[in-house]
Nanobody, 114 residues
Framework: VQLQASGGGLVQPGGSLRLSCVAS????????MGWYRQAPGKQRELVAT???????NSADRVKGRFTVSRDNAKNTVFLQMISLKPEDTAVYYC?????????WGQGTLVTVSS
């Protein structure tokens, strides 16, 4: 499985961004896609995931601000981020899980700064 993420960039505090990630390759019908992030000097952490059946999971620190969604027909996962804060600055990694295996995208940098 290959993952191609896009949508990162520089945004001011309070702004919005939308990340996208397309999965390609041997896609098993039941899977989980989503996003993790890693800030400088910190460990990679969960942001939000969504299964192919629509179940979502998200970190408390982003609830109410970030929304994960997907288009199963296009094997694409999205992360809509609003009310961004400087502490949201990180490299965001697309994530895919199926049949016990994890896959990671190359990461896209999100910088929240004035």
């Amino acid at each position: 499985v290959q993952l191609q993420a896009s949508g990162g960039g520089l945004v001011q505090p309070g702004g919005s961004l939308r990340l996208s990630c397309v999965a390609s390759g041997n896609i098993f019908s039941f899977n989980v896609m989503g996003w993790y992030r890693q800030a400088p000097g910190k460990q990679r952490e969960l942001v939000a995931t969504v299964s192919s059946t629509g179940n979502t999971n998200s970190a408390d620190r982003v609830k109410g601000r970030f929304t994960v969604s997907r288009d199963n027909a296009k094997n694409t996962v999205f992360l809509q981020m609003i009310s961004l804060k400087p502490e949201d600055t990180a490299v965001y990694y697309c994530y895919f899980w199926a049949l016990g295996s994890n896959y990671w995208g190359q990461g896209t940098l999100v910088t929240v700064s004035s």
